[in-house]
């Protein structure tokens, strides 16, 4: 039912492009928290150190020319990150070879979203007032006009405005994710990164679950992710191997920062012994040496799990009875080496080793 009864009417509030994020917090609470765990609430320089780091080091920097804007304070306020006006108004998604670009609406009062079994509607608010104008019957918003129709929003296309890829001032493609994730209505960027989740989508309609606005990722809720990466273990004549599958439909982190760690450990008569630990990592630079995105010209290393790639890690050492092994994957948001050059070494919080996933086996 999109009926709804207000006895103090929410008459005079209206939506401008001057509307930030904290206007949304009034109806829309549980998002509205959630929202500023996420990355994309603290994707300035402002709130985003390491992104603040590497500005730091840009040579457009001293000039003032801040090109990162148009992902990254797409408001164009320098201050504030990623809003909800900033994806709920997105109309079309343009391609580009340096970054796709966003077609915004301009329209006030309007926004996109998603819902089932309304793809072909567009809900304008309305209003009748009865006893004596004392009593509101509401349809849809008293805020906004929701338009369900955008495709974009059913298929994950309204996140590929920004990440998509992005090539830097040499023609050189620094980071991409394929845009067959943002294809099925069934599995994509939002099914896995905003999964429904417990509370009400607004405090004024009650709904059992609603989108959860705090972008699982690197960074934030890793744990949600966790069941898109299966790792198996198998016992060989001699030795042993482990396979990481990576269910997502991109390579399993896609900014050139981070590094992927597998560790492994035998415990064996109450004894542990750490075994050799592989990293993956896709490492850009130019004269096959490692450098700042802006400078490169190459791929120097790529041996980062690809989308939905099973790979299989073999161990020489055997195994006996009663053994027990410990796998532990997880990742460095800031590849360890490039640290010292951003000068974050004081950002522990920022630096240190997150584990995505655990687990364990036995030899019977
Ligand atoms: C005065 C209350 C109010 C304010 C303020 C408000 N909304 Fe809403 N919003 C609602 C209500 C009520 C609904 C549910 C309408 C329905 O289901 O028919 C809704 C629905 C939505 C939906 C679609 C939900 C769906 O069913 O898929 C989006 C997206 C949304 N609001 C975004 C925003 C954003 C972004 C802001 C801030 C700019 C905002 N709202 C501010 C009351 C509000
Ligand atoms: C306006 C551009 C923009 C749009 C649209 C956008 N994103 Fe983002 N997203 C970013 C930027 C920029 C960051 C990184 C912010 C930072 O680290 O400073 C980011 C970060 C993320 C992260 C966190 C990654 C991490 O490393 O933890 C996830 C997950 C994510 N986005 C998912 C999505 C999904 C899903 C959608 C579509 C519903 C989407 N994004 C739409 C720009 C965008
Ligand atoms: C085309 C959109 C786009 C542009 C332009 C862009 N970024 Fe990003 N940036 C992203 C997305 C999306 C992410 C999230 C990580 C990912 O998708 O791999 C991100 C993440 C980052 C991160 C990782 C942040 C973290 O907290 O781990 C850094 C650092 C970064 N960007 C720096 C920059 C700098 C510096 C510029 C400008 C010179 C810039 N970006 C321009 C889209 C963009
Ligand atoms: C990075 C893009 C992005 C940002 C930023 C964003 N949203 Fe959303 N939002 C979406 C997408 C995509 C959906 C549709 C999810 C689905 O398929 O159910 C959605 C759904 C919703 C809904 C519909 C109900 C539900 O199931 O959750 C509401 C309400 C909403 N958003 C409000 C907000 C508010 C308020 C903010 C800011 C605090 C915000 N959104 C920020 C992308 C975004
Ligand atoms: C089947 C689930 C699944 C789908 C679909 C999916 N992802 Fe992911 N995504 C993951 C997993 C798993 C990770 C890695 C775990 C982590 O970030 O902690 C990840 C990581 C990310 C990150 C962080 C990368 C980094 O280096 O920081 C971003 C950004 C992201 N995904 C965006 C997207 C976008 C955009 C789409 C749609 C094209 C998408 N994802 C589709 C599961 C998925």
């Given amino acids: 039912m999109r009926l709804l009864i207000s006895l103090i009417a929410l008459l005079s509030i209206q939506l401008s492009a001057t509307d930030n994020t904290s206007t949304c917090k009034r109806c829309h609470p549980t998002i509205y928290s959630e929202f500023q765990t996420s990355l994309h609430k603290k994707s300035s320089i402002k709130e985003d150190k390491i992104h603040a780091a590497v500005w730091n080091k840009h040579p457009a920097k001293p000039k003032g020319n801040y090109k990162c804007a148009k992902c990254h304070t797409p408001n164009n306020t320098a201050h504030e990150g990623i809003s909800c006006l900033t994806c709920h108004t997105i109309t079309a998604i343009e391609h580009h070879p340096k970054t796709n670009k966003n077609i915004y609406e301009t329209k006030p009062k309007t926004l996109y979203s998603a819902e089932k079994g309304m793809e072909d509607k567009k809900i304008v608010y309305h209003e009748e007032r009865s006893w004596f104008g004392l009593v509101t019957k509401t349809t849809g918003s008293p805020y906004h006009d929701i338009d369900y129709r955008n495709k974009n929003f059913y298929t994950g296309k309204v996140c590929m405005g920004c990440h998509s890829h992005k090539q830097n001032g040499k023609g050189f493609t620094v980071c991409q994710t394929d845009m067959k994730g943002a294809k099925s209505q069934e599995s994509n960027c939002i099914t896995c990164h905003m999964p429904k989740v417990k509370g009400s989508a607004t405090s004024i309609r009650q709904s059992k679950t609603h989108a959860f606005h705090g972008f699982a990722g690197v960074s934030n809720s890793a744990e949600m992710l966790a069941k898109y990466v299966n790792i198996d273990f198998k016992k060989a004549s001699k030795g042993f191997s482990i396979t990481v599958e990576n269910k997502a439909p991109h390579a399993l982190l896609t900014h050139p920062l981070r590094v992927v760690q597998l560790k492994t450990t035998l415990k064996r008569d109450g004894k542990k012994e750490a075994l050799k630990t592989e990293t993956f990592v896709k490492v850009i630079g130019t004269n096959n040496k490692p450098s700042m995105p802006w400078l490169a010209t190459q791929v120097v290393k790529d041996n980062m799990i690809k989308a939905k ?45 997150t584990v995505l996933k655990h687990s364990y086996f036995k030899i019977p």
């Avoid at 790639?309 to 590849?335: A, C, H, M, P, T």
């Fill in 309 to 353: 790639e099973k790979r299989v890690i073999s161990f020489e050492k055997e195994l006996q009875r009663g053994d027990e092994i410990e796998i532990i994957l997880g990742y460095y948001i800031v590849n360890p080496k490039a640290v010292k050059k951003l000068g974050l070494e004081k950002e522990k919080g920022l630096t240190s080793f």
